[in-house]
């Protein structure tokens, strides 16, 4: 999960009403879901100790933007949705039992913190280190005044350890006053994540997490799995004790004894849950959730085993289903009592076994993945309860991730192996339908049915061959918007109601939106660093340079081979190379970095006269590989050419 909230800014926003289609579509909810159901209700305020007392965490966090999502929900909402996004909002500090507490609501994700001999043990401190010193603000006047005794990360998205810096720093890890446990593989895939593909799935995470448009009935609701993630100061550091073994493996951190399972390729490639015995406690992570989670995130990732992920939970059952008394995670509110987290975790297991095996089996069956999704159905036993609902993911894009997951991109049609961009297509359908006026005349009668989604299919084409056609764009940001509205998804809502607005007012550009950090920088390994460079290697531009250059960094005591070919970049870690060398570079790998960053601005020249670096050889040709190492731009179109 990468953080976004530095951009998120409110545009003036033209809103349509919701068509009587619409508001049929969310009213017939009422009938299908038990909304007189108190249960969930109950569960949220249970425990609160107390809220924070200003509106607003500085300017990493508006406590204040989630106010109107009060009282029965207006016809431009969803009511699941509506529902679930009143729920998420409910911050504050929580008592989750003796001993066990949670702050929520001050973030994306929750921060659990658990009492030990000498202090607190803080589980998964949130997106920035502002949100979290403010909920040990609370913890201090509430509670205790005691010191962290350890950190615990449960898995590698940033909206669970990027406020680390909050509670612990580099001196106290060196000095082995505090430990952080971290499931194995962590500072890898989360840097990963975040890096190489980390321009493009931030782009695609302002539409995801609604952060380019207004908090509001006919904008943007939170996200399903929380609010918002907030604004500020993300950094990570490594795990000094990290959880291996999937079938679970016991520690004792001050003075309270955890048993860990690994879930790797769950929720997140590198993942893990616990159980508390002396408290009776099951901590979910991320695993479980009180929603229908993503087996395909729409910000881009690698896809996730949906049958893996159930058979993590049915372990969790089997391991300690008939004792645990409580059952708390890394989102949304805790479950109490052993039967009611039995039949929770039970729900959730049959959730995700269900879509995996099912898309699975049609797939079998010859059926295509948009086939799959508009085709698969869960039992009504599972489809009415509100934690199995579609806040967060869909049974729809899930069923494709899983398709995806044994097949890949292509569906067997030929028709759909080599399409046409979807510029040129447009351009032919345009032509072929006898103009965009035709277009738009024939799509404006379907959007007065209510077909909203063939609308979009058909006008989509209109505005990809003509961009600059207001017309086609107001009525392709119409469909979108009634999709919005009816979208129990908070994802969905968001991609739907973002695209419309930037289809009607344009991309409005802030400031603050790199994808990238310090922390993630120094984090990366010099493998992961090289290959990072040889990704942004422009190659297609620069396909007849060869050089070879060796690397001798100073920091990290490395030596690096680079081969340039072809338009690639080849690396060699541990591994220089020996002959027909084009110049050796010395110098600390830090330097580097500076001289590669996003939007640097310092020159291979100024380090040479620093005496930071050194060239042997051809420092020319150093510089012009400097030079075709791209800079992105995050700011790519996404709804237009």
Do not use: C
């Not at 739907?496 to 984090?523: C, F, H, V, W």
């Amino acid at each position: 999960m990468l953080g976004t909230a530095g951009i998120a800014q409110n545009q003036p926003s033209k809103s349509n009403p919701p068509t009587s289609y619409t508001t049929a579509a969310n009213k017939a909810l009422y009938s299908y879901l038990d909304f007189k159901d108190q249960t969930d209700q109950k569960n949220v305020n249970k425990g609160l100790i107390a809220a924070y007392p200003q509106d607003t965490i500085g300017k990493s966090y508006n406590f204040k933007q989630f106010d109107f999502l009060k009282g029965n929900a207006p016809e431009s909402v969803n009511p699941s949705l509506w529902r679930q996004s009143g729920f998420n909002a409910t911050a504050g500090l929580f008592k989750v039992s003796d001993g066990i507490y949670q702050i929520r609501g001050f973030d994306l994700a929750n921060m659990s913190l658990i009492r030990g001999k000498t202090g607190w043990i803080i589980v998964d401190p949130l997106t920035v280190k502002e949100t979290v010193q403010a909920g040990m603000r609370l913890v201090k006047k509430y509670l205790e005044d005691l010191p962290v005794s350890a950190v615990i990360v449960t898995h590698s998205h940033m909206d669970h350890f990027g406020g680390m810096r909050g509670v612990v720093n580099e001196d106290d890890v060196k000095s082995g006053r505090i430990k952080i446990y971290a499931p194995e593989g962590f500072l890898e895939h989360s840097v990963s994540e975040n890096l190489i593909a980390g321009n493009a799935m931030t782009r695609r995470a302002m539409y995801m997490y609604g952060n380019l448009i207004p908090k509001s009935a006919t904008g943007s609701l939170g996200s399903g799995l929380g609010t918002t993630t907030a604004g500020g100061t993300a950094g990570i550091l490594d795990g000094t004790d990290i959880i291996s073994s999937k079938e679970g493996e016991t520690k004792i951190i001050d003075g309270v004894k955890f048993e860990f399972v690994y879930t790797p390729e769950s929720e997140a490639p590198a993942e893990m849950m616990f159980y508390l015995p002396d408290f009776k406690a099951f901590m979910q992570a991320e695993v479980v959730n009180h929603t229908l989670h993503n087996l395909y995130t729409l910000r881009g990732a690698q896809v996730r085993n949906g049958q893996k992920w159930s058979m993590y939970i049915d372990k969790a059952i089997d391991k300690w289903g008939k004792d645990a008394q409580l059952s708390f995670g890394s989102h949304h509110w805790p479950t109490w009592g052993n039967a009611e987290v039995v039949d929770f975790l039970e729900n959730q297991r049959d959730l995700f076994r269900f879509i995996h095996d099912q898309t699975v089996r049609m797939a079998n069956e010859g059926m295509n993945p948009v086939e799959i999704a508009n085709t698969l159905k869960l039992p009504k036993q599972l489809d009415t309860q509100f934690s199995n609902r579609g806040y967060y993911g869909t049974v729809s894009h899930n069923a494709r991730a899983q398709y995806q997951l044994y097949f890949g991109f292509f569906d067997g049609n030929p028709a759909n192996l080599n399409p046409l961009p979807p510029v040129e297509e447009g351009q032919k359908y345009v032509e072929l339908m006898g103009g965009s006026e035709n277009i738009l005349k024939k799509a404006k009668e379907s959007y007065d049915k209510g077909e909203y989604r063939w609308v979009a299919e058909l006008v989509n084409h209109v505005v990809f061959a003509e961009p600059k056609n207001q017309k086609a764009r107001d009525l392709l940001a119409d469909a979108y918007e009634q999709m919005g509205y009816q979208a129990e998804s908070g994802p969905w809502r968001n991609f739907y109601l973002t695209g419309a607005q930037e289809l009607r007012y344009g991309k409005k550009i802030y400031k603050n939106s790199s994808a990238s950090n310090p922390d993630m920088i120094n984090g990366m390994s010099s493998e992961l660093f090289f290959n990072y460079l040889a990704m942004r290697y422009k190659g297609t531009e620069q396909n007849t340079d060869k050089f070879n250059f060796n690397m001798e960094l100073t920091d990290t005591n490395e030596k690096v081979g680079l081969v340039v070919s072809n338009g690639t970049v080849s690396t060699r870690v541990g591994s220089p190379i020996k002959d027909k060398v084009t110049a050796t570079i010395t110098g600390p790998r830090k330097a580097l970095m500076a001289l590669t960053a996003d939007g640097h601005d310092v020159t291979v020249d100024q380090l040479l006269s620093k005496g930071v670096l050194k060239i042997t050889g051809d420092k020319e040709a150093f510089k012009k590989f400097i030079g075709n190492i791209e800079n992105f731009d995050v700011w790519f179109n996404l709804i237009e050419p």
